[in-house]
């Protein structure tokens, strides 16, 4: 059975940080594109960031040069570092794992809320 599953969200103002973690079970982790979208309350959910390896990344314009993913494999887990967070940032942050259309999975998600 496959798991992703979320931590680090939370209540931060504006300017802090957070870190978020996936922890993956029940996938060949490394065969995985790992990403991050997230989906704000009366919006879609759109892509953030995500890793295929330390030389393969793609962010979001609206994120790049503050939020950093990274992935480590022998944990099966990838992270995602937010800088300089600001209110629009707030959303809920769910991690995907994906290798082929069929192959596709999701977490649950976890709150993030950058408020003063």
């Known amino acids: 059975q496959v798991q992703l599953v979320e931590s680090g969200g939370g209540l931060v103002q504006p300017g802090e940080s957070l870190r978020l973690s996936c922890a993956a079970s029940?996938?060949?982790?490394?065969?995985?594109?790992m990403a991050w979208y997230r989906q704000a309350p009366g919006k879609q959910r759109d892509l953030v960031a995500l890793?295929?390896?330390?030389?393969?990344?793609h962010y979001a314009d609206s994120v790049k040069g503050r939020f950093t993913i990274s992935r480590d494999n022998a944990k099966n887990t990838v992270y995602l570092q937010m800088n300089s967070l600001k209110p629009e940032d707030t959303a809920v942050y769910y991690c995907?794992?994906?290798?082929?259309?069929?192959?596709?999975?999701w977490g649950k998600g976890t709150l993030v809320t950058v408020s003063s």
């Open positions: 890793i295929i390896n330390d030389d393969n990344t």
């Open positions: 995907n794992a994906h290798y082929t259309y069929e192959l596709n999975y």
């Open positions: 029940g996938i060949i982790f490394d065969l995985y594109t």
